[in-house]
Nanobody
Framework: QVQLVESGGDSVQAGGSLRLSCLAS????????MGWFRQPLGKEREVVARESILGGSPYYVDSVKGRFTLSRDSAKGPLYLQMNSLKPEDTAMYYCAASLPRYNGYCPPLSDGYDHWGQGTQVTVSS
């Protein structure tokens, strides 16, 4: 059974840092595209950081470039999202997601391309 479990969410002040973790079980993490997505209250889910190609460099949404870093400890995970210089607009529920890569090895760009999701971890940034 595929399972993703996020942790690390918290309430912090603007300028602070958090590291989110995603533990995966039930599948070979090294064969899956992984990413972090977020959904602010009342808004649509958006990609934050994801692998652009299996094992390749990450893609970041413009609003987090230079502040967030996506990484894995190894092919077996866990998956991390290091978040620095946090802003109030980063407040959201953050989700870890996994998907098999496309036929050409590239990872799905949007949330609707991901098959497996964690339950989410809340990040709240106060000004």
């Amino acid at each position: 059974q595929v399972q993703l479990v996020e942790s690390g969410g918290d309430s912090v002040q603007a300028g602070g840092s958090l590291r989110l973790s995603c533990l995966a079980s039930g599948f070979n993490l090294g064969s899956y595209c992984m990413g972090w997505f977020r959904q602010p209250l009342g808004k649509e889910r958006e990609v934050v950081a994801r692998e652009s190609i299996l094992g390749g460099s990450p893609y970041y949404v413009d609003s987090v470039k230079g502040r967030f870093t996506l990484s894995r400890d190894s092919a077996k995970g866990p998956l991390y999202l290091q978040m620095n210089s946090l802003k109030p607009e980063d407040t959201a529920m953050y989700y870890c997601a996994a998907s098999l890569p496309r036929y050409n090895g590239y990872c799905p760009p949007l949330s609707d391309g991901y098959d497996h999701w964690g339950q989410g971890t809340q990040v709240t940034v106060s000004s």
